[in-house]
């Protein structure tokens, strides 16, 4: 069948949420690697470490002190990329239409949260119980609606956060893990941007969305849970609310996309079940990603959800969903580099999403490999 | 003026080329640097490797051996992520409308070439004299014309390399230079692949360059030239025939847009006096980069042009042009991390593209730094 003659040949895929492809080179893995290999991660890490700047009561970069904290805490980073407060810009009209066109420039102002996980230094999402991750899906939720337009039926002030003096565009909600991936400090944190306009990645995906509802008259992203439900190729794991698949269209080696299977817009519309679903599926997800190389496994992570301004279009278009992005392709030291051809021509990937999910699939859900604490 | 507050604020910039956005966030550089650090570059290598499978008479993965080259050398690499025979695969027709549009796939052949640079193993693009890159030139150029459709006046057969079994549609020609660029072999080399299919990269920028074309009736990139050499904001090294830039909307710290000044859309266009100057502007970027940090400095470059079957609408729109992509932000051994945020929502540098533009022209052309030999 199809599917057998991908996994011999050279072939590109199609990315129908952000319009692009990917080539793949299912044979390419053979090549033996001579190149750099990453520093696996550092084994043994206290539970406290008075040289963190996440640890509860430790000092911070710009002086303040973090509290006591007993399960998440959130602050605005001591060197956010984006500020509430700056200088007006407004790009200089008149000049010739040419140049305006080919120098444009926007302001942006935001906020940059950081969101402890847990209280504990040398605990990963991997190693949290479920009432812990719930916390943490909960916290997002709150940070979120406090920062809706008032006038949404989901808006609610945080009672620890300040008012926001914008009405911003788009909250992204990430997390960084691992050195490989820039990530500065192994205290279990994330991040939350959140910023006056649409970034490129959303606004791809919210008009490849709004594109096809208007064609097929459904949602994308339901009907790609019916097709990978259906044909059983790339499912890592399912339960009753959630699908984890290597998507059709992965870049990264090991790249995979959660699924919401009911059609949910933003986080303020999960229920009770579908929080508890969605921290089921992230217990399993980053632990087996632990057990495929036996190493605390690296990876970005963060959620698309409908704009904080989204327009009904918006809302109608909007399908709740998280991407995993790790970068590790052989080993816990070796890496998937997107460098040469990929900056240059196409994303490209040595083993089939396939390939990729029948290993993430048969690995245990259950933390088998676990660092010296 | 505007470029002054654009210095302190965070704003995010249009890149026309591909049709996308970056955010600039000046101020971020201030935060400490907490996370990973590169290996920096092995300092002393031989002139020859016996293990080396790119030095001359040296036997190669595939059990070929390398000729006793003189100047450049080219081969089929012996792990191509594209090839010229496979099985066939023609996507199912038939099944749903919408699972067809969700799981698309298509064939895809090629070649991928590795061409060594120079025989000496310790040797990279920044420590070659003008006539050894000319060399490089002549030899990409001699690919490139190769694979023309025979049609096109600019067709001629090389001596020393099969005749393709398809007409091929793309060639991207690439170097990535350093272990932090996914490279495994420091022997001076790049690689040169080509596809039946249009790659992502160089179709958007058809795409744009088109558009533009139609809507204004000149080239973007000739107006960029012009814009450019009037603001004198962003020159990194210019001289009769070619101009580099930190380009307006610059995602790597350093990332360099080189282009030819009279528009030219592919290497066989290219003059005498081109050439030479084309050789001139790579030994200053690659020198001044090394001279940046005093480190043998780590990239991705790539040049861009027509595609071997170019359409005439194709052949107007495209305008040679250079990629230069490097990893490092603040010294040898920190680099930029593209992770996270950027991933998920859009690519974020931490200096302005002017700051990084001034600092590149202020240093010397002339190699400084040496590696010792
Ligand atoms: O072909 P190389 O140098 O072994 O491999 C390197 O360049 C390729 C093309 O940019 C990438 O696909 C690989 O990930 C990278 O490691
Ligand atoms: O904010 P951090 O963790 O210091 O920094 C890390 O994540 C950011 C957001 O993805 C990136 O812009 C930085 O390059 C990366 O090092």
Redesign the interface.
Known sequence: D?GK??D???????N?LRN??V???PH?T???????HE?PSKSTLPEYDAGCYLCPGNAR?AGDSNPKYQSTFVFVN??????EE??D?T??VGGD???S??????????ICFVICFNPKHNLTLADLPSPSIISIIQTWTTIYRSHLPPTNPHYLPAPNTPTPTSQYS?M?I???KG???????PHPHG?I?T?T?L????SLELLSMSTYRKK?N?C?LC??VS?ETE?RERIVFENALWLAVVP?WAIWPFEILLLSKPCKACLPQLGESEVSGLAEAISQITKRYDNLFETSFPY?M?I?QAPLDATEEQKLASHLHL?F?PPLLRSATVRK?L???E??????RDITPEQAAVRLRALSGVRCYRQAL
């Open positions: 199809a003659i991908l011999d040949i050279s072939h590109r895929r199609f129908p692009s492809w080539l793949v080179s390419r053979k090549r033996p690697w001579q190149g750099q520093a970069a001591d060197y956010s990329a984006v500020k700056q200088q810009y790009a200089e239409e040419k140049s066109f080919l120098l444009q420039a926007e302001a942006v102002k935001g788009y992204q990430f997390e960084n050195v490989a991936m820039g990530c500065s400090n991040q941007w910023t306009t970034p490129e990645e959303p097929h459904s994308l009907d790609y097709t044909k059709w970005s963060g698309h991407h992005y580099f460098v040469g051809y900056m240059l021509a196409e994303p490209q």
